[in-house]
């Protein structure tokens, strides 16, 4: 099972938008609606932040939210704030029961 | 709220088996509602998912294939816990260790253990 592909970095700068796009395959992404999303401090465990495609978790700001299209899922963070620098890491339910993540996006906040 | 403890050693010798345990606090490992992961993370892999246990009528496990052929994840139900042994350990195995929760139909990571960082090193 390949790892899903994200850009390996993304910027912008508070109360811009951007998006973290996650590319993988018809036996995982394009399969299910099973793509989640978690956001990684250094030195933390990663936190779920989107679940099936876009839906958040209690606790987690409205300025998330996600959406795929075939193979391809995006985050979009809106109304960026520095809070918001951390690693993000995509992750699909796959063929056979397995899970499969992405190689991780780094978003810094200029 | 569900929450996940994990204990286990933090150096690995060459060539060893890798032990480690999740405890489980506000749920059942063995419940027919929940899925019990281990992932990894190292700079060279990044996240990288190893395997899972469950409990639908008898116990079921999957294992990721890059792994498939060291790895063995157990529950212990008068624990209530989980654990991962992993064989033949070598330094590019190197990586911080975590177990989180997942559910039928709910294919999703949360909440996550604290990590373990696992050194292997002699």
């Known amino acids: 099972q390949s790892a899903l592909t994200q850009p390996a970095s993304v910027s912008g700068s508070p109360g811009q938008s951007i998006t973290i796009s996650c590319t993988g395959t018809s036996s995982d992404i394009g399969a299910y609606n099973y793509v989640s999303w978690y956001q990684q401090h250094p030195g933390k465990a990663p936190k779920l932040m989107l679940y099936d495609v876009n839906n958040r978790p209690s606790g987690v700001s409205n300025r998330f939210s996600g959406s795929k299209s075939g193979n391809t899922a995006s985050l979009t963070i809106s109304g960026l704030q520095a809070e918001d620098e951390a690693d993000y890491y995509c992750n699909s339910y796959a063929r056979g029961d397995t899970m499969v993540f992405g190689g991780g996006t780094k978003l810094t906040v200029l | 709220q569900v929450q996940l403890q994990q204990s286990g050693p933090g150096l690995v010798n060459p060539s060893q088996t890798l032990s480690l345990t999740c405890v489980i606090s506000?749920?059942?490992?063995?419940?027919?509602?929940?899925?019990w992961n281990w992932i990894r993370q190292s700079p060279s892999r990044g996240l990288e998912w190893l395997g899972r246990?469950?409990?639908?009528?008898?116990?079921?496990?999957v294992y990721a294939e890059s792994v498939k052929s060291r790895i063995t994840i157990n529950a212990d139900t008068s624990k209530n816990e989980f654990s991962l042994q992993m064989n033949s350990m070598t330094p590019e195995d190197t990586a911080v260790y975590y177990c989180a929760r997942s559910a039928p139909y709910q294919e999703w990571l949360d909440p996550w253990g604290q990590g373990t960082l696992v050194t292997v090193s002699s």
């Open positions: 246990t469950y409990y639908r009528s008898q116990w079921l496990n």
């Open positions: 506000g749920d059942s490992v063995s419940s027919n509602r929940a899925t």
